[in-house]
């Protein structure tokens, strides 16, 4: 019987060639709970962009919360919610601003056209008419100097006294932040934003099946496939 090592006390060469163990190659990323190594590539979050989704419903008591619970119970990161009254008496309409990837806002429109409030839903084009309100109460040490800021800005004023002064702003939401950075140097006490509201341009439906300039908004939910 041949010894498994040879004169020497060293195990025999059978020729096998290859790299030294400090010249192969180690695969990057890290091992999950049940020890299978994830390519940081595919675990890496899709990058996140901001859409601007608007909703017809029906004024059921409870819809706004049941839109939001729906939203908020799947995590989606909701910037803005605004609702108000449309052409068509019971309809009204939800403007939300989310940041989310594609994906996300895809399922949140899916999810949305599901509620039985809900009538259509629709994602608005970059080029949508948006606008935004704010309420700012700033410090009334130098009226004029407010004065001209808000005037700059096309605002105007609801309240002023020795202490505070009030202002209305509306705009996009590049001017409303330009704004607010401006008042800032007088103090501001208090802020109320509502967030932006928007419509399509044109002709052009903000949502799916509404008809601008008429009161044929449609009465049935939109179906989308699952």
């Known amino acids: 019987m041949t010894d498994a090592n040879d004169a020497n006390g060293e195990l025999p060469k059978h020729g096998l060639k290859g790299p030294e163990p400090d010249e192969r190659p180690h695969p990057e990323g890290r091992r999950n709970s049940q020890g299978i190594r994830i390519d940081p590539e595919v675990e890496a979050e899709p990058d996140t962009q901001r859409a601007v989704i608007s909703a017809l419903v029906e004024n059921d008591p409870g819809v706004l919360s049941r839109v939001s619970g729906l939203v908020?119970?799947?995590?989606?990161?909701?910037?803005?919610?605004?609702?108000?009254?449309?052409?068509?008496?019971?309809?009204?309409?939800?403007?939300?601003?989310?940041?989310?990837p594609a994906p996300g806002i895809d399922q949140i429109e899916k999810q949305l056209s599901k509620l039985k409030p809900v009538i259509s839903v629709g994602e608005l084009d970059d080029d949508a008419v948006r606008a935004e309100l704010v309420l700012l109460k700033v410090r009334g040490d130098e009226p004029d100097k407010v004065h001209a800021i808000t005037?700059?800005?096309?605002?105007k004023t609801l309240d002023a006294g020795p202490r505070t002064?009030?202002?209305?702003?509306?705009?996009?939401?590049?001017?409303?932040d330009d704004a607010i950075d401006a008042f800032r140097q007088f103090g501001i006490i208090e802020i109320a934003r509502t967030g932006q509201t928007a419509l399509a341009r044109g002709d052009?439906?903000?949502?799916?099946?509404?008809?601008?300039?008429?009161?044929?908004?449609?009465?049935?939910?939109?179906?989308y496939d699952d």
């Open 204 to 223: 052009q439906a903000t949502v799916p099946g509404e008809k601008p300039a008429t009161s044929g908004e449609p009465t049935t939910p939109t179906n």
């Open 151 to 155: 005037e700059m800005y096309e605002g």
């Open 72 to 100: 908020s119970r799947r995590q989606f990161n909701i910037e803005s919610l605004t609702v108000g009254p449309t052409t068509v008496d019971g309809h009204s309409r939800i403007t939300m601003v989310v940041e989310e």
């Open 165 to 176: 002064i009030t202002v209305q702003l509306t705009g996009n939401e590049q001017k409303i």
